[in-house]
């Protein structure tokens, strides 16, 4: 299993500003995912974090605006840039200890942009 | 990405069974089907997950059909605890798609 931890749980941010939401496991893992959840919706796949290279990124979203770093194997940011209204959600990270093995997340952040 | 469809919403009272249904007609032979439930204010949780045969585990059973197109989630008595949205994903082998792709999924309701 994993544990997942997740700061900051819940900001109140600017427009025009930008956050970074950190995410840490309690154990080594491969894969690390970032998601976001608008009110009401399901979860929308952001990008798979990449241990020493780039995020890859799902379409419809950028790097310039979702830079993620992943420096070790428990580890993960994910910033979202030049925040509009429109990012306000609840942004989740997620990881899975194999192929083949369950997923888990931890409890999110939730972004509200004013 | 495999598409999954399930119904917007079931209502299911306290102590009953729970038999939430998922269709996936385009399944290719390597899809497992997982099952996640997400409680409120709560990340996504692990149900189940099968490839062809029934599974059963603590929390529920999923039953496959043969062809493998459809699967359903069964909560054999329900209770308040389990009122969730219940998302059915289908999740390839493949290293590189070897991510989790969700739905619209099915608010369930639990009444005492």
């Known amino acids: 299993s994993a544990v997942i931890s997740q700061k900051p749980s819940r900001d109140i941010c600017q427009r025009g500003t930008s956050l970074t939401i950190q995410c840490q496991v309690d154990?080594?893992?491969?894969?690390m995912f970032w998601y976001r959840q608008q009110p009401g919706q399901s979860l929308t796949l952001i990008a798979t974090?990449?241990?020493?290279?780039?995020?890859?990124?799902e379409s419809g979203f950028v790097i310039d605006k979702f830079p993620i770093s992943r420096p070790n194997l428990t580890f993960s940011t994910l910033t979202v840039s030049n925040m509009s209204p429109e990012d306000s959600s609840i942004y989740l990270c997620?990881?899975?200890?194999?192929?083949?093995?369950?997923?888990?997340f931890g409890q999110g952040t939730r972004l509200t942009v004013v | 990405d495999a598409k999954t469809t399930q119904p917007n919403s079931m209502e299911s009272n306290e102590e009953e069974p729970v038999h939430l249904p998922c269709n996936h007609s385009?399944?290719?032979?390597?899809?497992?089907i997982h099952w996640y439930r997400q409680l409120p204010s709560q990340g996504p949780e692990y149900v189940i997950h099968?490839?062809?045969s029934n599974v059963n585990n603590r929390m529920a059973s999923l039953a496959i059909a043969e062809d493998r197109k459809s699967s359903t989630l069964i909560l054999h008595r329900a209770t308040l605890r389990d009122a969730a949205v219940y998302y059915c994903?289908?999740?390839?082998?493949?290293?590189?798609?070897?991510?989790?792709?969700f739905g619209t999924g099915t608010r369930l309701q639990v009444f005492p």
């Open positions: 997620s990881t899975m200890t194999g192929r083949y093995t369950e997923a888990f």
């Open positions: 994903i289908l999740r390839g082998n493949v290293y590189n798609t070897d991510k989790l792709i």
């Open positions: 974090a990449n241990q020493g290279s780039e995020a890859t990124y």
């Open positions: 154990s080594q893992v491969t894969m």
């Open positions: 385009t399944i290719s032979g390597t899809d497992y």
């Open positions: 099968g490839l062809t």
